[in-house]
């Protein structure tokens, strides 16, 4: 479902053999809306790739000048790469990994609850069988009851597979791998921005980059973009989107 909804929003995603790594994740500093992917042909034949505001685009209500494709992602990447670089960093992520994962999965709660039941139920038919109320109802009642418990049983290994216990080291270490990606691949650059980039909102003078693992933010100016200076600023208020979608990527861990 959440896939779904994602490429409702990314039509553009895929254009011209070619994909837009920050569909669905880069902002127009201005008006707030979507910057998506778009492409032309110049006079020699060279295709140039760029992101535009979707006001821009389909409004005309917004003045943003577009981005440059290559030069948007390239920055992100570099960006993500160095936080990830940062030791305190990869451990506060472990740390807040391991906090979530320590909390019981709704599901398997409601699952327990289900097999409490059945199995209440189970000790009460026990009971009347013990006392000579045996019909043919009841040994069906039992039967049932038996495939129930264990259907139950059945799928709270199941949930339980899903989230297997972890250890700080093993998520540091899992974590450390991306420190490794070669960011000249397109699906290294990908994997970097899909786990660790939640926003980007681009300013004319300006870049606020927001992150998944907590809710600090990152502004680069222009000016600063090939120095070495970065300052900690808020996103603005109303475009701050809610960091929930990142630790469910550490259910896969390890494949």
Known sequence: QEQLQKNKKAASRHKAEDDYLLTTKLFCGKCGVYMTGESGTGR??????????????????????????????????????????????????????????????????????QLSE??????????????GIITTTTKQRMIELETIKEELELK??????????????????????FRSLDTTKKE?????????VNAVYVYDDKLVLTFNYNEANTTVTLDEVNGSIIECSGAPEPLRRKSLGFFSRFRDFGK
């Open 44 to 113: 020699n034949g060279t295709v140039h790739r760029y992101y535009k505001c979707n006001n821009v685009k389909y409004k005309h209500s917004c003045d943003k000048k577009t981005v440059r494709k290559e030069w948007i992602e390239d920055l992100v990447v570099r960006y993500t790469k160095e936080i990830l670089m940062q030791d305190d960093v990869i451990e506060d992520i472990a740390n807040i990994v391991l906090r979530v994962a320590s909390t019981e999965n709704t599901s398997i709660i409601l699952l327990k609850q």
């Open 118 to 131: 059945t199995e209440r139920a189970i000790a009460n038919l026990m009971n009347a069988i013990e006392q």
């Open 156 to 177: 709270i290994i199941k949930e339980e597979l899903k989230r297997p216990p972890l250890t700080k080291e093993e998520l540091i270490f899992w974590l450390q791998r």
């Open 188 to 196: 290294h650059k990908q994997r970097l921005i899909d786990s660790f």
